[in-house]
């Protein structure tokens, strides 16, 4: 049905869901094709199919089946709005320190790190599909070499032409770009990193607020989504959320209903059929160590006897728990896992957001490490710290032969990230202001009013775009430029340099010149004319 609405060039509906204008291919499916199943008021699959579609019309028993759904829908509407704020608000809570500073990677000589982008499979013959919102506008971190030999050299921002030639190129299947996620800068987000500013066209400006467009961009297409929750059907009595609940559970990094069991070990599957529990799935590894998961008999397997997996591998079909993802696969793992899951749910309603929008929000969750080991640093166990500055502190230990700190990467949700920024300001202006107050006061916090946040509640300038130091700290180069003479009433000395002595001077100058130019020309002044006013009549 794709092909054919695609291949009549100017089919009205084809040009709505093409340009994204409205709607997406499921409303077409349901306009032109059937109707499909519908859930009822449980939230539950009614077994009885609706195979007409809106265009031949539904059969009164179709149309009563129906109904559940488009009052759910109704109400999903006015909920929809609430939680699209709010999270709105938290998003940008947790980014909105990101800021766009100058460092360059490539010129700062700093190790120039990247994300791979890989695995784009080709929606139709020789076109890849997402590349626009997964490659466009980004930093290339490696030279690339396209099939007839031209190149494209690293510390180039990729446009449209870049990005049509690496679309069509079938000798490219991955390609290393920069990322907000793996960049260094010490504070915000370098301009190398970003690439694009995407309302532009352009490199983005040193300045810009990226943390607050993130958010936004996140947030808003937030009402579009629909909250209804899908039932799975080779999974008895679970319920996968989609939509909206679906975007907060990955942004909050909570552990998600009917989760995937994950293998914590290397090796090989052997299954086994238990009475009464379900099944026994054992990962034997190469050195014999063996490791078994109990799963439900009815779940639906993701391998198979016999098969070889990689630790964090999923046993069983379901989403995965982040952070059981972060302690068996580590951070990047991760973060691509929560960047992948968030744009499918987009995707699915037609709504392209691009993957750097999504990098930035998971950057603010993955950026503390949990310090257990202190070593010969000043960390206390136990102790949260930023992951730049870990990484500063055991570098320096390192390199004077000192014992470096141990720590394990954590995950936070966007609220508990918030909470949990070096700005006590900032936290108290979010949530949970009393407790936010006492612990800074308990602990004689100081805040370096390095956000907006804090910087707005003590009304001086944002460090962004004008506000920044860069733009305001400007001595002007004017060799030939002398400062104008000026008077003034405090100023000491002669009697002359006195501003009130100085006025009169030139207005009896004025005057004598004025008077000078009359009698050459020849003119007298006018006459004054006598008016007579009439006495006021007191008498009354």
Same mark, same amino acid.
């Given at each position: 049905m794709e092909r054919t609405l695609k291949a009549e060039q100017f089919n009205p509906i084809e040009m709505m869901v093409g340009s994204g204008a409205r709607g997406n291919m499921m409303q077409v499916r349901q306009i032109a094709g059937m109707r499909g199943l519908v859930a009822n008021p449980r939230g539950d699959m009614i077994p009885r199919p609706i195979k007409s579609n809106f265009r031949e019309g539904l059969t009164m028993l179709e149309y009563f089946i129906s109904t559940p759904g488009a009052r759910k829908g109704l109400v999903d509407t006015a909920l929809r709005t609430a939680d699209s704020g709010y999270l709105t608000r938290r998003l940008v809570d947790v980014a909105q320190e990101l800021i766009i500073n100058t460092e360059d990677p490539f010129e700062s000589g700093s190790a120039v790190r990247g994300i791979w982008i890989e695995n784009i499979e080709a929606d139709r013959p020789g076109k890849r599909a997402w590349l626009e919102t997964r490659l466009y506008s980004r930093t290339i971190a490696d030279d690339v070499t396209l099939s007839d030999g031209s190149v494209i050299t690293k510390g180039t921002v990729l446009g449209d032409p870049e990005v049509e030639a690496l679309r069509d190129d079938p000798k490219v299947n991955r390609v290393r770009v920069l990322s907000p996620l793996t960049d260094d800068s010490d504070l915000g987000v370098s301009a190398a990193c #970003?690439?694009?500013g995407l309302a532009t066209g352009k490199l983005i400006? =040193?300045?810009?607020?990226v943390g607050v467009i993130a958010a936004q961009s996140i947030g808003e297409p937030g009402t579009q989504l629909t909250m209804r929750t899908f039932h799975t059907g080779g999974v008895a009595g679970t319920d996968l959320a989609g939509g909206l609940p679906r975007v =907060?559970?990955?942004?909050?990094?909570?552990?998600?209903k009917g989760k995937a069991t994950l293998t914590r070990l290397t090796g090989t599957v052997r299954i086994a059929e238990d009475e009464g529990k379900g099944r026994v799935i054992t990962v034997v590894a190469d050195d014999g160590t063996e490791e078994s998961y109990i799963v439900p008999g009815l779940s639906?397997?993701? =391998?198979?006897?016999?098969?070889? =997996?990689?630790?964090?591998?999923?046993?069983?079909?379901?989403?995965?728990?982040?952070?059981?993802?972060?302690?068996?696969k580590g951070v990047q793992e991760t973060q691509q896992y929560l960047v992948t899951e968030v744009q499918k749910v987009y995707r699915d309603q037609g709504v392209p957001i691009h993957d750097k929008h999504i990098e930035l929000i998971v950057r603010q969750m993955t950026r503390k490490i949990t310090v257990q080991e202190p070593g010969d640093s000043d960390f206390l166990p136990g102790e949260r710290v930023d992951s730049k500055v870990y990484r500063d502190v055991n570098r320096a230990l390192v390199m004077e032969g000192k014992t470096p700190a141990e720590g394990r990467p954590e995950i936070m949700g966007i609220t508990k990230a918030s909470l949990a920024t070096d700005s006590w300001l900032s936290a108290a202006s979010f949530q949970e202001t009393t407790r936010v107050l006492t612990e800074a006061a308990i602990e004689s916090r100081s805040d370096s009013l390095l956000g907006l946040k804090e910087n707005i509640i003590i009304g001086k300038l944002i460090p962004a775009g004008t506000g920044m130091a860069a733009y305001r700290d400007i001595t002007t180069a004017a060799p030939d430029y002398s400062p104008?003479? #000026? #008077?003034s009433s405090s100023d000491e000395g002669d009697e002359g340099n006195d501003l009130a002595d100085m006025l009169a001077d030139r207005m009896a100058g004025d005057m004598v010149a004025g008077a000078g130019d009359l009698a050459e020309s020849g003119e007298s002044l006018p006459d004054a004319e006598v008016i007579d006013l009439p006495l006021a009549d007191t008498a009354e």
């Open positions: #970003y690439g694009f400006e =040193v300045g810009e607020a =907060v559970e990955l942004f909050e990094a909570r552990s998600p639906r397997l993701e =391998v198979v006897d016999g098969q070889e =997996v990689n630790a964090g591998d999923p046993i069983v079909d379901g989403p995965r728990d982040p952070k059981e993802l972060m302690e068996i104008m003479e #000026y #008077y």
